[in-house]
C-alpha cells in the first residue's frame, strides 16, 4: 500500500498552484452532509481523523463514528448535522493547508458554514465551535416543535413573486423567504400550514419546483427569534478573536469590524434570511479568480453557477477533487 506520507508529497509536488491567484473559500450549510462523508480523506490524510477525535473529545460521543455509520436519521438531526458537517469544513481547510494550498483573500459560509469560516480564520477554536453550534442546533429544534415548523424550495419566481406568496399564504401565520440561494431558488420557512399554502400558490403562478424540504427545523424565519436569544446568551461567554482573513456575512453581506459585530451578526443570521446571492455577488467584486467550496458535496458549486455563470468554482470533498483544486 502506499503510505500516506508519499500519497502528500505526490499531491504536493504535482501542485502548480498560481500564488498570485485570488481565491474565496466557501463554505457549505445544512444539507450537504451524508453518511460515508470524507471516508477517503481519511484514509490518506490522519489530520482528517485528528479534527474528528477534538470534536468527539468536545462533543462527549463519537462523531466520527455518527458520519460513517450513521444512521442517517440521526445524522440529520440538526443538532447533530451541525457539528459534523462544521467538523468536514475544518478538516478539509487543514487538509488543503498541510498541503500547501493558497490561502483565500475572502471566506464566506452559507448559514452554519459562517461557524466553520471562524473555525478556519482563527476566530474560534474547534472545540469550542462544535458545542456552539450543537446547542445551536438544539436551540432550533426546541423553539418549534418537529412538525409545526417547515420549509420548501421554489424554482422557477420571481425573489418578488415569492415574498408576495408568502404574504398571502401566511393568514395570521409565519411563513418568509429565508434562503436567497441562486437567481430563481428561493428557500421559505414557517408554520406547516402556511408552507403547504405556499408550495400551493407558487405552483399556481408557474413555478418550476416548489417542494417541501426534509429538514427538522424552519431555519432563519421569525419562529427562530426564541432560539436566537439563548444562542446569544451562550455567544457572550465564548470568547471571540478577530479572523486572520475577512469574512463576508449573510445578514448584512459586510465583513464585520470588530468581535461584538460578529456575534450580534450570528444571533440575528438565526431569524434573518440568508442572502447567499449577494453574498456570493459581494465575494466576487473583491476580484476572486476561483471559489474553493471547502465541505462535503457539491452544493455551493451549483449555486454559483445559477448566480453567475462566469464564477470559477471548484468543491474540495475527496482525494481527486483535493489535487485538481490544487493544480488550478
Avoid at 440529520?76 to 483573500?105: C, E
Avoid at 480564520?121 to 456552539?132: H, I, Q, S
Wanted: net charge negative; proline share 4%; with cysteine.
Amino acid at each position: 500500500t502506499i503510505s500516506c506520507d508519499f500519497l502528500s508529497s505526490i499531491i504536493y509536488s504535482n501542485s502548480s498552484i498560481n500564488m498570485t491567484k485570488k481565491i474565496a473559500f466557501i463554505f457549505p450549510g445544512q444539507g450537504s452532509q451524508s453518511v460515508g462523508m470524507l471516508s477517503a480523506l481519511a484514509e490518506s490524510f490522519p489530520i482528517v481523523h485528528e479534527t474528528f477525535a477534538t470534536a468527539s473529545a468536545a462533543l462527549g460521543y463519537d462523531l466520527w463514528q455518527l458520519t460513517q455509520a450513521g444512521p442517517a436519521d440521526k445524522l440529520n438531526q440538526t443538532m447533530y448535522t451541525q457539528p459534523a458537517l462544521l467538523t468536514a469544513s475544518v478538516a478539509i481547510w487543514r487538509v488543503w493547508s498541510a498541503q500547501g494550498g493558497k490561502q483565500p483573500v475572502v471566506m464566506a459560509g452559507h448559514s452554519l458554514g459562517e461557524y466553520s469560516a471562524l473555525v478556519c480564520a482563527g476566530a474560534l477554536d474547534l472545540a469550542t465551535a462544535v458545542n456552539l453550534v450543537a446547542e445551536r442546533g438544539r436551540f432550533m429544534q426546541e423553539a418549534v416543535p418537529e412538525g409545526e415548523g417547515a420549509m420548501a424550495a421554489i424554482v422557477g419566481l420571481e425573489d418578488k413573486q415569492v415574498h408576495e406568496i408568502c404574504e398571502l399564504a401566511a393568514q395570521g401565520e409565519v411563513v418568509s423567504p429565508v434562503n436567497y440561494n441562486a437567481i430563481g431558488q428561493v428557500v421559505i420557512a414557517g408554520k406547516a400550514q402556511a408552507i403547504e399554502r405556499a408550495i400551493q400558490l407558487a405552483q399556481q403562478a408557474g413555478a418550476r419546483l416548489a417542494m417541501k424540504l426534509s429538514v427538522s427545523a424552519p431555519s432563519h424565519c421569525e419562529l427562530m427569534k426564541p432560539a436566537a436569544e439563548r444562542l446569544k446568551a451562550k455567544l457572550a461567554n465564548i470568547s471571540l478573536k478577530m479572523p486572520s482573513i475577512s469574512i463576508i456575512n449573510n445578514v448584512d453581506v459586510a465583513i464585520n469590524a470588530d468581535t461584538f459585530a460578529i456575534k450580534d451578526a450570528l444571533v440575528r443570521q438565526l431569524y434573518s434570511p440568508v442572502r447567499w446571492v449577494e453574498t456570493i455577488q459581494a465575494t466576487a467584486k473583491q476580484e476572486i479568480e476561483l471559489f474553493i467550496e471547502c465541505g462535503p458535496g457539491k452544493i455551493l458549486a451549483g449555486l454559483n453557477k445559477r448566480i453567475d455563470t462566469t464564477l470559477a468554482t471548484t468543491s474540495i470533498n475527496d482525494l481527486s477533487s483535493l489535487q485538481h483544486a490544487l493544480n488550478l
